[in-house]
Each structure stands twice: as structure tokens, then as C-alpha cells.
């Protein structure tokens, strides 16, 4: 019985799935990058993959994850490129084989967020290092991301820098949401606690409640992405052709505009990088 | 009309030493017993005596812990649609009474036109018309009862077993269901069946069969066993019942 | 769209015609009624059997079935998501980020509900039916149509809570199915999104869409049950 439903069930699964693959393995095809919250909930990508696919005519499909994340997908071979912010985590990636080669492509930066009446006082500081020793000897609450991602990482790196270890905490005052950017803020605003935002994913952020930006400029807020095709050699069933187009494209003149291009409420959230561009 | 003719009969039925017991009690022990197709056989016994438990191997609900039980080409199965039964107890769908005769019909693999002809014939026969598009549950039980009858006719048995089919039913149930007992022994179909109503069985009775604490007592010509019975549990039997 | 009022934001939503909300709901429901569908033509014959059929192992069976209708759905998306993966068993269909993946996340989600309750609902007939149906010769595989047939009006309710499970249900579709735009967003996954992007009032408002989906479905099934009931002595 369990053999018999368990293999109709797969037959029936690959009799209704075939035409599928079928399509989805072919090498015009949709192309899937596997991106970060920030990028796709600030909206940019709705902004500039029109462009892209009008010029190209490539479809490209959106999963936006954490960067740790989306790294494993791309190392299991579920994506076509990756578009990420951790640039250690991703020249790791290239280094173990599974990508081809990481280009720069546009920074944003991030900033530190916080209820307007600011217990641990660090409004007006320059040092984000000393703002966070403050809220962690004030014991103000802090909403981390706690997922591995991108900023989650470049979080734990400041937290270094301030000589703070968070793990030794115990979720007293910091506490770590193990979600996206967007719930992480969602609990920052509930609880009025302190958070490390990326500046896009903050403009586009609607339920701020008490919360503002406290401290922003530290260059050590820099916010480097970076866009890697997944090595065909590794994952042969990579679209390779879309994937670099789509990377030349990022990388021209013209995807850099589009970068520059893409305001919220006048104001722009990410500045194009690209190397190939500036020479 | 109920034919028997379609191919040969399957009468007689041969018991051979029919035993049944369950969790180690005995119910039915050492029968023997050859039922032909002439007359209409009433099995009687105390209850307990292991009637209906006797009809439902015949008509191969049950299987026998030991012995046999044949028919002329072979050992019985239910779902043979040569014989058929009818249930104390009406079991009808959950679908309108003519859907019940159709599924029936289904089931011995007719074609659909002839299903649904034979439908007609068989409610128009008993008188079921009017009730043909009703749902069967929410019928009287006299009237499921004598749905499960046609249903049976409909199927043409050459045998049919019957537990006491009106036990549960009205003086008027009682009778119209006997009137179709009669009309299935007019059509050739051999009647098996159980009652615990003596009155019923004077009046149906060719050949009696009488059970006594799973074995069988005695095997009588009808008006002979009501006369004057051979063996002594049936005249006790008859005698406890007298005041009927 | 920063609406403050959800049921303003839902109706604005429905009023505006929005093509991206239409090709959500539509998605949604493509998704959930395959599903539904699927884990039906399993799930009704294989309840039947399993109410008739005495086996060993078949308490285990039942039980098994039995809990797996609280089975978390962000394990089974995890489950189907390392079965679809590229370096997965299934990885070289593709399959992985397609609605497709959600498809078969949802069956696995929903077969174990039909599974149950139709065993459920046949195990009552057939206790009631058997001695009659075989001696009509109606009995094993033959019989699975007529008890489902005769436990229709029960079995709507498996269907329900089946559609129920797979509308509602975010976990696992999110992981499978990567809510990409245009692609795999359905309703909770865009719900999901909207949350995060703060956006409460839209992403409830996108609920109150589901919920009058839902709504709608249900009144819808429970009007046609109860014209079949009136009619439940028609010819079928």
C-alpha cells in the first residue's frame, strides 16, 4: 500500500511535472538570481529588470533570501547568479569553485535605527563602534537579524569592532529575530529597539512606529554587493549565456544608470560601482 | 418474469459436514444437508440455533471452519449473482430507489440499456413506481424492505435466502413482502429461508428445516413437522410457541 | 500603496483591477486546486482501501496518516525543497522555484487530510454496507466507487479542509516555490512580503482577499450540498 500510493504519487508527479522541466531546462529559458531581502524588497530589481529584459529579452526570476542563503542555494545549484552583500562570504564562494568570478557592482550603506526618545543616547555619534559598545552597556533593546545574512554578518563585525560579545548576551537586551529585514524592523518597531538597517530596505519600510535613523556615515557602514555567475562547471545546467549577460548588463554603463536611476521618494537608495564602468 | 433458465441449474446445494465457530465456541456443528430446487425451504430454530448464521454460509458471506458447501458446479462465493439475499434489516444506498435496483444491476455487468429497462420492469412489477425517484433511505421500512426484495428480483436469482425478512415490519409489510416471496417462487426461484413467526411459516412452508443449538435436529415435509415432529427439541419448539 | 485601513487597502486592491494581484490570485488558485486534485485522486480511492482492507501494518498506516495531518509545512517544503534541488534526487527536472514544486509541497501537505478523513467516512459505510455489497458482488476495488459515491456528502468535508490546509499554507510554498514576482507569488506569500516590507495594512488587506476566496469556496460547496441533498434521489 505505501509502495503502491508512494509510487503513483511520484509517477503522477513526474507524468504532471514533465512539461515543466521541460521547459524550465531549456536553455532560452527564464534565468533565476538568487538575491538578498534587501535588494528585493526596496524594489530595485522591479525597477530595473524591465530594462534588462527589454534590451535582452531574457526573463530573469527573483529569490530573495539572506546572503548566507542564498549562497547555499546557489552552491546546490538552484540558481544562475547570486547578488549579495558579504563580500568575504562571496569571494569564499568563488574560491571553493562554485562561482565563476565576483564583480562589484553598487553599494548602499547601512545605518542604525532606533526609537526617536534614543535610551542609550547615540544620536549625534559618528562611531557606530562606540554607539553599539553604548546600547550594549545601556543595555538597550537590539533587534539583530540573526540569519546569516549579509547584514547580519556585517552586524556581528561591528559588534566585534566595539569589543562586544553578543553571544555571551543571553537575550537579555539583544535579541535575534532569525528572520529578514523587513520582520526584524516589524520587532524593532514593536519593541522600540535599536536595529541595523540597510538604507534601501529602511526607505521602503512602512510600519516605522517610534523608530528613526540615529547614526549613518561611519565608513565602516559601507554596504559593497557583489554579482557572481554560478560555475557551469560545477552545475552544468547553469544558463550561463543569460547569467553573463545579465552581468555584462549590471556591469555597462547603461545597468549602472538604471542603478542610479532607481529613487524612493527622490531619494536614491544604491550607488553604482562597477569597476568596468568607471574605466 | 424470473427465469432460472439461463444456463443450468445450480441446485442442488450440498452441506458436508458444515462446522463454525468463533473465539472457540461452537455455533454450527457437523451439518449435513442437501437443499433441492422443489418448495420453499423454511429454516426454523431457537434464536441462537444458528439460522441466519446457516443462510450466510450458504450464501458465502461466511466461510466454513469445517466441511464444504456446493452448489452443482462448484463451491459457493458471495457476489454470485445466481443467488442472492435478502437481510432482516434493509441495507440500501444512500441514492434514489431506482439507483439502488440499477446499481445491483450494474454489478452483474449488464449493459446500461438493459439496466435500465430491467429497472423499469422491476419497480412497475411491485408497485415501486411512484417511489422510483425518492432517496431509498428515507422510505418507510416496510417500503425499504420491499425495495430490497425487488432489487433482488431484479438481479434473477435462481436461489433466494431470506432472513427474516419481515421481523421487523407490520402486519402490512409483513404481507406484502410474503406476496413477493410468492411471486419469486412463481418465477422458479428457490426460496431459503428464516423466520421465528410460526404462523409465517405454516403459511410458507413446503419443507422445514429446524436447527437446534447449532446441529441439525430433523428435516421434514412441512405439514408433517408442524403435525407431528420427529425429533424432541422441535416438539418442545413448537410447543413453547403455541400460543402464536 | 500606503493605505492605512486594510479593508479600504483590500477593496482598492480588488477595485483597481491591479494585473499583478489578478495574476496572484490566479496563481493561488491554480496551485491549490492542483493540489487538491491530485491528493483527491490519491487520497479517496487510497482512504477506501485503507477503511476496507485489514493488512498488517495497517494501524501503523492509519496512524501514521493520522499525524501527518499535523505535519509543521515548513518541513515538508524543506522536505520537497531538498528533493527538487539541483543536487537533490529529483534536481535534474528543474523543478525547484516553479509552482509546479508548490504543487507537489501542497499535495504532501493535504494528501495525509483526505487520506484520513475518507478512511474515516468509508470505514463507517463499509461496516454498514459490507455483508450487502458482497453479496451484490460488489466488493475490493470495485466497491472504493460506490462507498465514496454513497459518502459524498461527508467526503465534501475532506475536500474542504484539504482546500483549507493548501490556501492558507505559506511555509512551505515560500521555500519551494522562492516567491518570485510574477512566478511563484501567491496570496500568503505575498502577504508574507508585505509584512516584511512593513507594509501591514496591503498585507492584510491581501488576507481579507484570501479569506473572502475562501469564503466564497465554502458557501459555494456547502450550496451545491445542499442542492444535492435536496436532489440526492435524482438519477446520478
Known sequence: ?279 | MVSAADGSSILPLTLRGVGYGVAGRVLLDAVDLEIGPEGRTLILGANGAGKSLLLRLCHGLLQPGAGSIRWSDGPTRAGDPRHAMVFQRPILLRRSARANILHALAMIGLPAAERRYRAEETLARFGLGALAERPARVLSGGEQQRLAMARAWSLRPQVLFLDEPTAALDPAGTRAVEEMIAAFAEGGTKIVMTTHDLAQARRLADEVVFLHQGRLAERTGAAEFFDMPASTPARSFLKGELPW | MSESNPFVAAWLLIVSGDPTLAGIVALSLRVTLSALAIALVIGLPGGAFLAMSRFPGRGLLVIGCNALMGLPPVVAGLAIYLLLSRAGPLGPLGLLFTPSAMVMAQTVLILPIVLSLSRQVVEDLWSEYEEQLRSLGCSGARAIPTLLWDGRFSLVTAVLAGFGRASAEVGAVLIVGGNIAGHTRTITTAIALETAKGELALALGLGIILLGLTLVLNGGAYLMGQYARRSAGQPW
Do not use: C
Open chain 1, 1 to 279: 500500500m505505501v509502495g503502491k500510493v508512494a509510487s503513483l504519487f511520484l509517477f503522477l508527479a513526474v507524468v504532471a511535472l514533465g512539461a515543466a522541466a521541460a521547459q524550465a531546462q531549456s536553455a532560452t529559458g527564464p534565468m533565476t538570481v538568487a538575491s538578498t531581502t534587501s535588494t528585493e524588497q526596496s524594489g530595485l530589481f522591479g525597477a530595473i529588470l524591465p530594462r534588462f529584459r527589454a534590451r535582452t529579452g531574457i526573463e530573469v526570476r527573483v529569490i530573495a533570501q539572506g546572503t548566507g542563503q542564498a549562497l547555499e542555494t546557489a552552491r546546490r545549484g538552484d540558481a544562475d547568479v547570486v547578488f549579495v552583500h558579504d563580500p568575504a562570504s562571496e569571494e569564499r564562494f568563488v574560491a571553493e569553485g562554485f562561482g565563476v568570478r565576483r564583480h562589484e557592482v553598487m553599494y548602499n550603506d547601512f545605518v542604525l535605527v532606533g526609537p526617536k526618545a534614543d535610551p542609550a543616547g547615540v544620536r549625534g555619534m559618528t562611531d557606530i563602534a562606540a554607539a553599539l559598545a553604548r546600547i550594549a552597556a545601556r543595555g538597550a533593546p537590539f533587534a539583530s537579524r540573526g540569519d546569516e545574512s549579509g547584514t547580519h554578518k556585517a552586524e556581528l563585525r561591528l559588534w566585534q569592532a566595539a569589543v562586544v560579545d553578543v553571544r555571551q548576551t543571553g537575550g537579555a537586551w539583544y535579541r535575534e529575530t532569525g528572520s529578514g529585514m523587513g520582520p526584524t524592523l516589524n520587532v524593532a518597531s514593536a519593541t522600540n529597539a535599536y536595529a541595523l538597517t540597510d538604507r534601501g530596505t529602511w526607505l521602503s519600510f512602512r510600519n516605522r512606529g517610534e523608530l528613526e535613523i540615529l547614526l549613518a556615515g561611519d565608513r565602516r557602514l559601507f554596504n559593497q554587493y557583489g554579482v557572481i555567475l554560478v560555475n557551469p562547471a560545477r552545475h552544468p545546467h547553469v544558463r550561463a549565456r543569460q547569467g553573463q549577460a545579465f552581468i555584462d548588463w549590471l556591469l555597462s554603463p547603461e545597468g549602472q544608470k538604471a542603478i542610479a536611476d532607481f529613487r524612493i521618494g527622490g531619494e536614491q537608495l544604491f550607488f553604482p560601482n562597477s569597476k568596468a564602468s568607471a574605466s
